[in-house]
């Protein structure tokens, strides 16, 4: 697949922030339609990488091409690329709804979209309560609410499943596959390795640099060996050793 016809396609991406290196010679791409995993453990540089593909973070080196262009360079960008992460959600003191509408309004949608996304994430009866008080799983439903406002291309949502009870995880599993059945791509980073296992077709797993690139059956040999245990042979395991790969 050539770097134009991949949704995302990251290119020897770098980022250091003085003596730290969050992200090294990394480069990988996603192809339509999949729903992928980017892995790696607490540091590992998902979140910086995420950021970088945005536009919210510059690149030391390398690039990074959503649909073929920078995220900067590309036409109705906030329609085609809708995101979940921290720092880009709600103001807390608003309503959920209101939150959206807002939202809805930036982007020049009718307002009754918002009373749609709020159903299709579960959130119609706490719609009109106070973002500050919703709980994390709540709030991570409002996220994904705002990302799927515009109908997106390409999901980027950065941790989903965080705070999300045994219901919630079924449901963003559901909801993930469903969006991806419509023909829509999603990236998503994550370290839960069993909730991921069940959700992505490809993964991406990083530690500073790219570890590995490819189907989640090829890894796991069609299902043969837990991911935590590819995982772990990829980046690591300090329990056996006392130096991380
Ligand atoms: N703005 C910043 N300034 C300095 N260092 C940063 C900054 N952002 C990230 N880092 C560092 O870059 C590295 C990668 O961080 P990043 O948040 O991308 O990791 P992550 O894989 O998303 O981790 P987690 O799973 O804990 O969210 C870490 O060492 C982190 O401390």
């Given at each position: 697949?050539?770097?134009?016809?991949?949704?995302?396609?990251?290119?020897?991406?770098?980022k250091?922030?003085?003596?730290?290196?969050?992200?090294?010679?990394?480069?990988?791409?996603?192809?339509?339609?999949?729903?992928?995993?980017?892995?790696?453990r607490?540091?590992?540089?998902?979140t910086?990488?995420?950021?970088?593909?945005?536009?919210?973070?510059?690149?030391?080196?390398?690039?990074?091409?959503?649909?073929?262009?920078?995220?900067?360079?590309?036409?109705?960008a906030?329609?085609?690329?809708g995101?979940?992460m921290?720092?880009?959600?709600?103001?807390p003191g608003?309503?959920?709804?209101?939150d959206?509408?807002?939202?809805?309004?930036?982007?020049?949608?009718p307002?009754?979209?918002?009373?749609?996304?709020?159903?299709?994430?579960?959130?119609?009866?706490?719609?009109?309560r106070?973002?500050?008080?919703?709980?994390?799983g709540?709030?991570?439903?409002?996220?994904?609410?705002?990302?799927?406002?515009?109908?997106?291309?390409?999901?980027?949502?950065?941790?989903?499943?965080?705070?999300?009870?045994?219901?919630?995880?079924?449901?963003?599993?559901?909801?993930?596959?469903?969006?991806?059945?419509?023909?829509?791509?999603?990236?998503?980073?994550?370290?839960?390795?069993?909730?991921?296992?069940?959700?992505?077709?490809?993964?991406?797993?990083?530690q500073?640099?790219?570890?590995?690139c490819?189907?989640?059956?090829?890894?796991?040999?069609?299902?043969?060996?837990?991911?935590?245990?590819?995982?772990?042979e990829?980046?690591?395991d300090?329990?056996?050793?006392?130096?991380?790969?």
């Amino acid at each position: 697949m050539s770097a134009t016809d991949a949704v995302v396609a990251v290119e020897n991406l770098a980022k250091r922030y003085g003596e730290v290196t969050a992200v090294e010679d990394l480069t990988f791409r996603v192809r339509p339609g999949r729903i992928v995993g980017l892995l790696g453990r607490n540091g590992a540089g998902k979140t910086t990488t995420l950021r970088m593909l945005l536009g919210l973070t510059r690149p030391s080196s390398g690039t990074a091409a959503v649909f073929g262009r920078p995220y900067a360079e590309l036409p109705r960008a906030s329609h085609r690329v809708g995101v979940s992460m921290e720092g880009v959600g709600p103001t807390p003191g608003t309503s959920g709804r209101r939150d959206l509408k807002i939202w809805a309004k930036t982007l020049g949608l009718p307002a009754a979209r918002v009373d749609e996304v709020l159903h299709e994430v579960g959130l119609d009866d706490a719609a009109d309560r106070k973002v500050k008080g919703y709980s994390l799983g709540m709030r991570q439903r409002l996220n994904l609410a705002t990302a799927l406002l515009a109908d997106p291309e390409l999901l980027v949502l950065d941790e989903p499943a965080n705070g999300l009870d045994p219901d919630g995880i079924r449901w963003l599993r559901t909801t993930l596959r469903r969006l991806a059945g419509e023909g829509r791509t999603i990236l998503l980073s994550s370290h839960l390795m069993a909730e991921v296992e069940q959700t992505v077709d490809d993964i991406v797993v990083i530690q500073q640099t790219l570890r590995y690139c490819g189907s989640l059956d090829e890894l796991t040999g069609g299902g043969t060996r837990r991911l935590e245990d590819c995982f772990f042979e990829l980046v690591g395991d300090p329990s056996r050793s006392q130096t991380h790969a």
